[in-house]
């Protein structure tokens, strides 16, 4: 039995039909079934999720019978009462605390590209601390680490998008922070292929091309069939009308500064896509892949 988080995620979304073909068992924690469309129907469901990781027997109702953990779910904002550090930090010590009291053989981890502790992003510091809390564990682990990852229907290309309807795109900055895009069905093929091999591995996911902020919002806006200039929004109007919205609109709100803070930070590695073709899989370019229907 897999236990799968984030299964209604980019990731997940296209993890999950790929495990259920394999004739894996999975059970998914889930806040809203509803999102798993027809898949609700062919696994199992524990309702919950990163904001009640807290509760041991949720997590005892988890772990019932599974033998690997996939921990996709993350959050990059803050859902007050709640912060970013207990959302990917505390929560992903605690799902693996109660992996290893129940059991549990393998725990596959997706951390985040160029995580560390000194990160200027809280997102990144706490994926950071949650890998290593991973690293020791003596469980059998798995460690991906993505740079950016993009699918047609995703809330970052969807915003991109929705922003090329106005005469210029806004853009945080410079816009020159660079990242190394990954399809998300590229990423759910790796993960497959690593479960068939040895555990104790870590693996950076990165695309084909290294492009810039700045060049993949023109280049989504050109797909889109609206070509566009940018408008690059000095940092400190950018935090203050975030942080504006947010006190109007709370949670609700399109995007929070923690969020246009985390396209500052690279997401690159020298290895290129070494990892990714180890895994037997050849990622595709974010342009060939948006171009066609999603």
């Known amino acids: 039995m897999i236990l799968l988080t984030g299964a209604t995620g980019s990731i997940g979304s296209r993890l999950l039909p790929r495990l259920l073909d394999s004739g894996e068992q999975v059970r998914c924690l889930v806040r809203e079934p509803r999102r798993l469309g027809d898949q609700r129907v062919n696994v199992q469901i524990t309702m919950g999720d990163l904001r009640e990781l807290s509760d041991p027997y949720l997590l005892r109702q988890a772990m019932r019978g599974v033998d690997t ?48 502790a000194v990160q200027r992003t809280r997102f990144f510091r706490a994926k950071w601390i949650a890998e290593q809390a991973v690293m020791k564990s003596d469980l059998e682990t ?69 492009l810039t902020y700045s060049q993949m919002s023109i280049l989504v806006g050109q797909l889109a069939g609206r070509p566009r200039r940018l408008w690059h929004v000095p940092l400190p109007v950018v935090h203050l009308g975030l942080s504006t919205l947010h006190e109007i609109f709370k949670e609700k709100v399109f995007a929070t500064w923690q969020e246009a803070e985390l396209m500052r930070v690279a997401m690159t590695t020298d290895r290129g896509t070494a990892d990714v073709e180890s895994l037997g899989v050849t990622p595709k370019r974010m342009a060939d892949i948006l171009s066609q229907p999603g």
């Not at 803050?78 to 992903?92: C, H, K, M």
């Open 69 to 116: 953990v996939i921990h996709l779910a993350a959050s990059i904002r803050d859902q007050p009462p709640y912060r970013v550090e207990e959302l990917n930090g505390l929560a992903t010590v605690r799902l693996l605390e109660a992996a290893e009291k129940a059991g549990v053989k393998r725990f596959v981890f997706f951390s985040a590209m160029n995580a560390s």
């Open 142 to 210: 798995t460690i991906f680490r993505p740079s950016i990852v993009f699918d047609h229907s995703d809330p970052w290309i969807t915003l991109l998008r929705r922003l090329s309807f106005l005469p210029v795109i806004p853009i945080s900055g410079d816009g020159e922070s660079t990242f190394q895009p990954i399809w998300a069905d590229d990423v759910a093929r790796a993960v497959m292929a690593s479960l068939e091999k040895p555990a104790e591995e870590s693996f950076d996911l990165a695309g084909p091309e290294t």
